[in-house]
Each structure stands twice: as structure tokens, then as C-alpha cells.
């Protein structure tokens, strides 16, 4: 049983368009992490957002936790060639220890 | 600093056959833990050691086993291969588990013939 569930599965748009990917759940989780994975390499963690309702930047990206701490969104803004692979939403329960992980959304950006 | 390394990195193995993969950790990190990458299901957690200690474990049948060593590095094990096992393969390390940011290898892929 997948927890988490991503949207879209696949994206594919043209550089400078915007975009936002979402994970949703009907579990709570301590706190949730976003990840990007490109072919070949493991996933880098992104971000994590913690509080219910918090809102973090990183550059372009804009990760957003939903307020009963159960869905999050991805909003990447004028998207990049250099944007393009495999984003990953993953909860962390109340262990700390397993991550459960979406199934993610495979994002292509061409110039 | 040296990041989480896999070995081997490329593995083909037939069926019946069992499979030895292993991670060493970021420097310092003592939490290990192993997750399965499919396309069909994504990443599913295996289980985590932690001080040569299991601390949690995947919903995966017992053919899949692990163990960890005093320098804290870590060892996945897969008896009696099914087709069904090929897939990456991703360790991943954190300074205690709980709480802390996780560092992925690049993964061992494993092919089951």
C-alpha cells in the first residue's frame, strides 16, 4: 500500500513554464521531505517542511505542507532544462527512522 | 567528505541464486538504511540498523536480510532470487536515524535472470 500518492505520475513541459507537483496522503506525518532523483544517482534531499501550513523557498522551488499535515506541493517557477528528473515526496512517521516514500513524478523540461 | 558508497554498482544474478550488496556510510553516520526501487512501486523501505542493531523493518518476506558491523557499515543480503527482485538497490545514511537528514548512495542495480 503506497501512503503517499503523487501527482501528476508525468510532466513534460518547455523551459520557462511553471509547474506544481503534489503529495498526498490520508495518513499524518511528524514531517515530509522532497527529494530529487536524476538517472544513474540516488535521491538528494531537497527540503523538509515540518509545521502544518509552512511555506519554504529554495530559489525557484516553492514546497508548501498542507495545514492538517497530510498532502504538500511542489511549485517550481520558469522550469529549467536542469529541473528535469525524478521528484520524490517521502513521509517520515513518528519512528523517525523509515521514510515512506510516493512513487514520484517524473519531470522532463525542454529548452 | 566521502559520500555513502555502494558496491557493487551493476550486478546481474540468476534465478535461485542469493546476493550480497554493500554501503558504507558517510563518516560519522551510524544509522544505515535500505530501501528497494522499482518502477512499478517506487522506493520501499527494507530496514534501518542502527549500532549493528535493527531498529525497523519493511514489509518484505525474509529472503531479504541485513545486518551492520562495528565501523557501521552495512550489508544487505538476498537468498533464493525471484525475478521480481531485480531493482535498485539504495542504501542511505544519517548521523542517528531519528530526526536527521539523510544521505543517499548511487545504489546497486541488480538484474535477476
Known amino acids: 500500500t503506497q501512503l503517499l500518492e503523487q501527482s501528476p505520475q508525468f510532466l513534460s513541459i518547455q523551459e520557462g513554464e511553471n509547474l506544481t507537483v503534489y503529495c498526498n496522503s490520508s495518513?499524518?506525518?511528524?514531517?515530509l521531505q522532497w527529494y530529487r532523483q536524476e538517472p544513474g544517482e540516488g535521491p538528494v534531499l531537497l527540503v523538509t517542511?515540518?509545521?502544518?501550513?509552512e511555506v519554504k523557498k529554495l530559489k525557484r522551488l516553492t514546497f508548501q505542507f498542507g495545514d492538517a499535515r497530510k498532502d504538500s506541493s511542489l511549485h517550481i517557477t520558469a522550469a529549467q532544462p536542469g529541473d528535469t528528473g525524478l521528484y520524490l515526496c517521502?513521509?517520515?512517521?513518528?519512528?523517525?527512522?523509515?521514510?515512506?516514500f510516493g512513487k514520484g513524478t517524473s519531470l522532463l523540461v525542454t529548452p | 567528505k566521502a559520500g555513502v558508497t555502494q558496491t557493487p554498482r551493476y550486478l546481474i544474478k540468476t534465478r535461485g541464486q542469493q546476493v550480497t550488496l554493500s554501503c558504507s556510510p558517510i563518516?560519522?553516520?551510524?544509522?544505515v538504511s535500505w530501501y528497494q526501487q522499482t518502477p512499478g512501486q517506487g522506493l520501499q523501505f527494507l530496514f534501518e540498523?542502527?549500532?549493528?542493531?535493527?531498529?525497523n523493518k519493511g514489509n518484505f518476506p525474509g529472503r531479504f536480510s541485513g545486518r551492520q558491523f562495528s565501523n557501521s557499515r552495512s550489508e544487505m543480503n538476498v537468498s533464493t532470487l525471484e525475478l521480481g527482485d531485480s531493482a535498485l538497490y539504495l542504501c542511505?545514511?544519517?548521523?542517528?536515524?531519528?530526526?536527521?537528514?539523510?544521505?543517499f548512495g548511487e545504489g546497486s542495480w541488480l538484474t535477476v535472470v
Open positions: 540498523y542502527f549500532s549493528e542493531t535493527q531498529r
Open positions: 517542511v515540518v509545521t502544518g501550513g
Open positions: 495518513s499524518v506525518f511528524s514531517s
Open positions: 517521502a513521509g517520515v512517521g513518528n519512528s523517525g527512522y523509515a521514510l515512506n
Open positions: 542511505a545514511s544519517s548521523r542517528t536515524g531519528s530526526g536527521n537528514t539523510i544521505y
Open positions: 563518516s560519522g553516520h551510524r544509522s
